[in-house]
């Protein structure tokens, strides 16, 4: 069980006794009446797409996942194709299983894929990745000793707020739960 403020995009549920991938989840506040979750919730079986709300304390049950490591191979006109570490066997699936973290996605990242009853459900990236830069401002004369980030597009083609001394071609660790920069990669 977990509290419904805590469910997040790609995240598998249990409601009303069927099994879930949440799609879309926001916080709701509307002036002084309660806040609440509202959320968009795929039933894993036969697709449909419901809309739902809970309050922010209401609890949501989550399914018991067995993990098993993945690695992610490439992407074509079927989805995104994920390699049994353990078998070497090839799957494709949809790209909403990676949630949020999918612009962080590049060839050959180890992923982990949680599986329900040997459905994969979700696929969680590692908490850091190394991401080359692929075009950022230059540095501005100054803008180094105030600490100013500036946007830079990574090789995977996401945006990131980045320290002014970073470069295009420089390899830096973002994090893929919150999409922040975290350091430079030394080479």
Do not use: W
């Not at 922010?56 to 067995?66: I, N, R």
């Amino acid at each position: 069980m977990i509290k419904a403020s805590d469910l997040r995009k790609g995240r598998a549920c249990i409601h009303e006794g069927d099994l879930y991938i949440c799609h879309d989840i926001q916080h709701v506040a509307k002036g002084n009446k309660r806040s609440y979750m509202a959320a968009k919730l795929k039933n894993f079986k036969n697709g449909q797409v419901i809309d739902v709300r809970f309050r922010v304390d209401d609890t949501v049950d989550v399914p018991f996942l067995e993990s098993r490591e993945y690695e992610y191979l490439y992407q074509d006109a079927n989805g995104y194709v994920l390699m049994d570490s353990s078998n070497y066997d090839q799957i494709h699936v949809d790209g909403i299983l990676f949630g949020d973290g999918i612009g962080f996605l590049k060839e050959n990242t180890p992923v982990t894929g949680l599986l329900h009853e040997g459905k994969l459900l979700q696929v969680e990236l590692p908490h850091v990745v190394e991401l080359k830069i692929k075009d950022t401002p230059p540095v501005v004369k100054g803008s180094t000793a105030t600490n100013q980030p500036k946007d830079a597009v990574l090789e995977t083609g996401i945006r990131v707020r980045v320290p002014a001394f970073i470069e295009p071609g420089e390899s830096i660790r973002v994090d893929t739960r919150n999409g922040e920069y975290v350091e430079r990669v030394k080479s």
